[in-house]
């Protein structure tokens, strides 16, 4: 059973326009979230983190919002440009699992010009 | 800095070889780490090392072994391979301590390919 969930696959987007990537997590014991992004034929790159104290963390574009309530956060991108288009990985971790991570399916994003 | 370097890039093995999946890093980091990518699955912690001479299993750990002999390496070994490992294999590597352990870098992957 997968305590990460990335529920859209695929995500399309034109440039310039708001991307929203969502995941939803089960483990009440997952206290810090991160966001990975992958290009082809390459390993994940850390992009962007938030522990649960806080309910928002922005760096330039990108934004990830946290819900811990409905156990929901979000990546947004504004605005999207062609080399955003990559696989995005949600990731959860908790002092309980010794803060390994637990990874989402992932999000495929393709941003159009 | 090379970062986190993995060899080989792929690999076409059949079932019942075994191999080593090479992984090495520059950094000095403590935390170091195996996954597995499957379509859908994400990544999967298959072992992982808190530093030199400590390895621990992660969520798949069936049919692989890990040794941490230095900081800088950590293989992956596969006993006898199945088809059920054919997979994209990443090592990473990371600082320890709170929300530093998290923050992995990642090498460029190994494609195994089991017939």
């Known amino acids: 059973d997968q305590q990460v969930k990335q529920n859209s696959p695929s995500l399309s987007v034109q440039e310039g326009r708001i991307s929203i990537l969502n995941c939803d997590y089960t483990?009440?014991?997952?206290?810090?979230f991160l966001w990975y992004k992958k290009y082809p034929a390459e390993g994940p790159t850390f992009l962007i983190s938030?522990?649960?104290?806080?309910d928002k963390n922005e760096d330039g574009r990108f934004t990830v919002f946290l819900n811990k309530s409905a156990k929901h956060l979000s990546l947004h991108i504004v605005p999207s440009q062609p080399g955003d288009s990559a696989v995005y990985f949600c990731?959860?971790?908790?002092?309980?699992?010794?803060?390994?991570?637990?990874f989402g399916g992932g999000t495929r994003v393709l941003v159009k010009p | 800095n090379a970062g986190v370097t993995q060899t080989p890039k792929f690999q076409v093995l059949k079932t019942g070889q075994s191999m080593t999946l090479q992984c090495a890093q520059d950094?000095?980091?403590?935390?170091m780490s195996w996954y597995r990518q499957d379509p859908g699955m994400g990544l999967r912690l298959i072992h992982y090392?808190?530093?030199?001479?400590?390895?621990d299993q992660g969520e798949v750990p069936n049919g692989y072994n890990v040794s941490r002999s230095t900081t800088e390496d950590f293989p992956l070994r596969l006993l006898s391979a199945a088809p059920s490992q054919t997979s994209v294999y990443f090592c990473?590597?990371?600082?320890?301590?709170?929300?530093?352990?998290?923050?992995?870098?990642f090498g460029p992957g190994t494609r195994l390919l089991v017939l």
């Open positions: 990473a590597s990371s600082w320890s301590g709170d929300h530093s352990q998290e923050t992995q870098y």
């Open positions: 938030i522990s649960s104290i806080k």
């Open positions: 990731a959860a971790s908790g002092k309980a699992a010794g803060n390994k991570l637990t």
């Open positions: 090392s808190v530093g030199a001479g400590i390895t």
């Open positions: 950094m000095n980091h403590e935390y």
């Open positions: 483990n009440s014991m997952f206290d810090y």
